[in-house]
Structure formats: structure tokens, C-alpha cells
């Protein structure tokens, strides 16, 4: 009986920890009109762990990109296309921006890396 307990309490603490390392997602947009955000839960991300991230871009507008910039990342979609990309990126310390390349002037963000 005790070992059953036991097994049945060790499997239950590895869920959660299995759970806990899922690879965090951040949303990216650019458009319809003249934004750009980087969210995280529907937050602005401002402040990040170094680390692997999935970056989910929606890129609804064919007048704009989403430009991400930073130490050894450099990752952009397409001006002329809408549509989705999925980019896994480790994060290392720094500080990185991402920005609509033709309208770089105004539709920028920037965030850092601890």
C-alpha cells in the first residue's frame, strides 16, 4: 500500500513540473493600421528572462512588417504579405527592438533581456 501511495504522489509532482516548462509564447502585430505590439498574456512585453520564446507574429497588413532585432537575432516577415509565422528564438541579455521597417519612424517597441 505504501508503495502505491508513494508512486501515486511521485507521479503527481511530475505533472506539474512537466507543465511548468512549456516554452512561453509572445504575440506579435503589425497592422491593420499603423501599430505594432509585442504582447505576452495581453501585457506589452517590456522585461524578459534570457530563454527560448515562441514568438506567434500576425502580420495583417500588406503595407507593413514586424522587424525583430537583438544579439544575435535578426527575424523579419514580409512588406508585402499578410499572414502568420511562428519563430522559436532564445533570448540572450540585451536589449531588443522590433519595428515596421517603412514606417520605422513611428511603429516601433523595444523591450530588454535580464
Do not use: E, R
Not at 508513494?6 to 501599430?35: C, I, K, Q
Not at 528572462?49 to 537575432?73: C, E, M, Q, R, W
Not at 535578426?74 to 521597417?101: F, H
Request: charged residues 15%; contains cysteine.
Amino acid at each position: 500500500m505504501k508503495l502505491v501511495v508513494l508512486a501515486v504522489l511521485v507521479a503527481a509532482l511530475a505533472v506539474p513540473a512537466a507543465a511548468s516548462s512549456a516554452t512561453p509564447t509572445l504575440n506579435g502585430t503589425d497592422g491593420p493600421g499603423f501599430t505594432i505590439a509585442l504582447t505576452q498574456a495581453g501585457n506589452k512585453v517590456k522585461k524578459l528572462k534570457a530563454g527560448t520564446y515562441v514568438f506567434k507574429i500576425a502580420d495583417k497588413s500588406n503595407i507593413h512588417n514586424f522587424h525583430l532585432t537583438g544579439p544575435g537575432v535578426n527575424k523579419t516577415t514580409s512588406v508585402a504579405a499578410k499572414g502568420t509565422s511562428t519563430w522559436k528564438i532564445k533570448l540572450k541579455k540585451g536589449i531588443y527592438k522590433y519595428v515596421c521597417d517603412p514606417h520605422a519612424s513611428f511603429m516601433k517597441g523595444s523591450f530588454t533581456v535580464s
